[in-house]
């Protein structure tokens, strides 16, 4: 009698076993299934809004397509961030819209110069020519078509600021011996600013943009969930975002750091550029909302960028060769047109910082009034 209780007992305990078992099983078919049909959904979607957006604007998106692999941070020894490390890997970036070559410069390099002086654009996104229709409609190209003194040689990186452009004026780009080094600058140092202080209060001023992202991959942070990683799509639905929250408020005194730190960087480039015979042109970049006449209005610039600015100015009135071209198309233009959907040719901004071709042209005809 006890043998049969005991094997009942057995085949019960089995049988839980096997629908817990079951279960399990199930209710992790179900997940993948969903992860995987939210996935489908979501790529659907994205093709479909990427449709509509060509239909709509046609040439902003395959612009935005051209540039997508420019965006990209990689890891670099000197920089932090870069292009790729491997010279061919630079430049097979390379397309109709977009050449880089293998020492990471836009369109021609300095083995171009055929006798002219030798001159570099150094920057981050607007200097390289984010949006730019092609490597001839750059700002360093234009400067090549409008004199013939100086080889411009376009050496901006997208997302860098003042540092990592100092740390490339002293590693790379005095090697070359150039004439001359003009900056165009500004605006990431002040949008990093903003980024660093909503990220984390730990971050010192002048930190690449996606730092923190590499810090948390090295120090392993343990809040970042394994189910995200294996479950994007359900979990970003599951992520509730928090209404109402801007960004937070960037302190003056912070502001009055990173611009002291900017105009420094801006100085050190003058003495390393000097220490070898070359002069140098520091130019404050311009932003859209800082322009009184532009159309569409976006509304009173204000926040980080304006105060960021505004210091600067204060700081580098007796730094040699600074000049402020933050508001510089009001001078020129009745209406400083800026794309609304699609680029037109008479659009001078893309977006708050970026340059159309025509923008382009208009900073390059203001530098030549600049050049020595």
């Known amino acids: 009698m006890a043998s ?16 817990i078992l079951w279960s399990v099983a199930i209710a992790l078919l179900g997940v993948v299934s969903l992860e995987f049909s939210l996935r489908v959904r979501d ?10 957006r060509m239909a709509l604007a046609p040439k902003r998106t395959r612009l935005e397509q051209a540039y997508e692999p420019f965006t990209i941070a990689h890891l670099h020894p000197q920089y932090v961030f870069f292009f790729p490390l491997k010279p061919a890997e630079r430049v097979s970036l390379s397309s109709d819209v977009c050449s880089l070559d293998a020492q990471g410069f836009r369109g021609p390099g300095p083995e171009n110069s055929r006798g002219r002086q030798l001159a570099f654009l150094v920057g981050a996104s607007t200097a390289f020519g984010y949006m730019a229709s092609s490597d001839q409609q750059t700002i ?5 078509r409008l004199q013939q003194r100086y080889f411009f040689v ?20 005095l090697d070359y011996h150039p004439a001359l080094i003009v900056t165009l600058d500004g605006a990431n140092d002040a949008a990093l600013l903003q980024e660093l202080n909503d990220e984390s209060d730990t971050f010192p001023s002048a930190v690449p943009e996606s730092f923190w ?15 995200q990683e294996l479950l994007p799509a359900i979990s970003m639905r599951l992520v509730k975002e928090e209404g109402g929250v801007g960004p ?8 009055d750091r990173a611009a002291a730190r900017y105009v420094r960087n801006q100085a050190r480039i003058r003495d390393l550029g000097m220490a070898i015979g ?22 009173d610039a204000g926040g980080v960028i304006d105060g960021f600015y505004r210091a600067v100015v204060s700081k580098a009135g007796t730094l040699q060769g600074f000049h402020d071209m933050s508001r510089i198309f009001d001078n020129d233009l009745e209406i400083v047109p800026i794309a609304v959907a699609d680029i037109k040719d008479e659009d001078v901004f893309v977006d708050q910082v970026h340059l159309t071709d025509r923008g382009n042209e208009l900073i390059a005809r203001h530098l030549m009034t600049l050049l020595p």
């Open 140 to 144: 360093s190209a234009q400067l090549n």
């Open 43 to 52: 790529r659907s979607r994205t093709r479909r809004r990427q449709e509509a």
């Open 248 to 255: 937070s408020i960037v302190s003056d005194s912070d502001i």
């Open 4 to 19: 049969k209780i005991n094997t009942h007992g057995l085949r019960r305990t089995g049988l839980i076993v096997a629908v």
């Open 154 to 173: 376009n050496a901006g990186v997208p997302s860098w600021n003042s540092t990592q452009e100092m740390f490339r004026v002293a590693f790379e780009l």
């Open 278 to 299: 070359a002069q140098v042109l520091s130019t404050l970049q311009p932003v859209a909302d800082l322009h009184r006449n532009l159309r569409p209005s976006k509304g």
């Open 213 to 227: 992202k590499l810090q948390k991959a090295i120090d392993g942070e343990r809040h970042e969930s394994r189910i």
